[in-house]
T-cell receptor, first 112, second 116 residues
Framework: GESVGLHLPTLSVQEGDNSIINCAYSNSASDYFIWYKQESGKGPQFIIDIRSNMDKRQGQRVTVLLNKTVKHLSLQIAATQPGDSAVYFCAEISFGNEKLTFGTGTRLTIIP | EAQVTQNPRYLITVTGKKLTVTCSQNMNHEYMSWYRQDPGLGLRQIYYSMNVEVTDKGDVPEGYKVSRKEKRNFPLILESPSPNQTSLYFC???????????????FGDGTRLSIL
């Protein structure tokens, strides 16, 4: 069946460096993508989203890139801080389908 | 403060004893949903509701019931809990259904259930 997955389950980055978290999806009909951040003991928190008619979207210190040709999504975090340590999930949905499908998550650890 | 509130946050109970996890949102959202989160499996949708009195099955609905009698509340009911329902549960809401107008979901802080 369709699935959303992540290339790496864990990622360690030096504080101040940039982080890139990758996500592959298999449903070519997906047209809306979301990145969530989940800190220990909390629910997923919305970070940034992107629609399929875009290939890049920027927020505060975060950028999401979408490559529909290879069905790949990435989250870039600039100048990582200790507070960025968390599990990051990508999720996707198709227009008209109410189901939000999540990947299994990547744990980002910031090294002081 | 805009939020999704779940209760209880933690519960240990025994097989077969009916339980209800409540979920309430104060954002006047139409769409609400329940997920379970298990190691290595990510978040999987149990049930969702597009609006009052409208509910639909997600990916893993077996063993669960929901109701949506009013807009702000969306309780999750386990009529006869079993150990394989031990998990971390999240309630979420959004202004509209996800496939309708692309609105991100807001999540509660989770309920950890242990079924012995």
């Amino acid at each position: 069946g369709e699935s959303v997955g992540l290339h790496l389950p864990t990622l360690s980055v030096q504080e101040g460096d940039n982080s890139i978290i990758n996500c592959a999806y298999s449903n070519s009909a997906s047209d809306y993508f979301i990145w969530y951040k989940q800190e220990s003991g909390k629910g997923p928190q919305f970070i940034i989203d992107i629609r399929s008619n875009m290939d890049k979207r920027q927020g505060q210190r975060v950028t999401v890139l979408l490559n529909k040709t290879v069905k790949h999504l990435s989250l870039q975090i600039a100048a990582t801080q200790p507070g960025d340590s968390a599990v990051y999930f990508c999720a996707e949905i198709s227009f008209g389908n109410e189901k939000l499908t999540f990947g299994t998550g990547t744990r980002l650890t910031i090294i002081p | 403060e805009a939020q999704v509130t779940q209760n209880p946050r933690y519960l240990i109970t025994v097989t077969g004893k009916k339980l209800t996890v409540t979920c309430s949102q104060n954002m006047n959202h139409e769409y609400m949903s329940w997920y379970r989160q298990d190691p290595g499996l990510g978040l999987r949708q149990i049930y969702y509701s597009m609006n009052v009195e409208v509910t639909d099955k997600g990916d893993v609905p077996e063993g669960y019931k929901v109701s949506r009698k009013e807009k702000r509340n969306f309780p999750l009911i386990l009529e006869s809990p079993s150990p394989n329902q031990t998990s971390l549960y999240f309630c979420a809401s959004s202004r509209y259904g996800q496939g309708e107008r692309n609105q991100p979901q807001h999540f509660g802080d989770g309920t950890r259930l242990s079924i012995l």
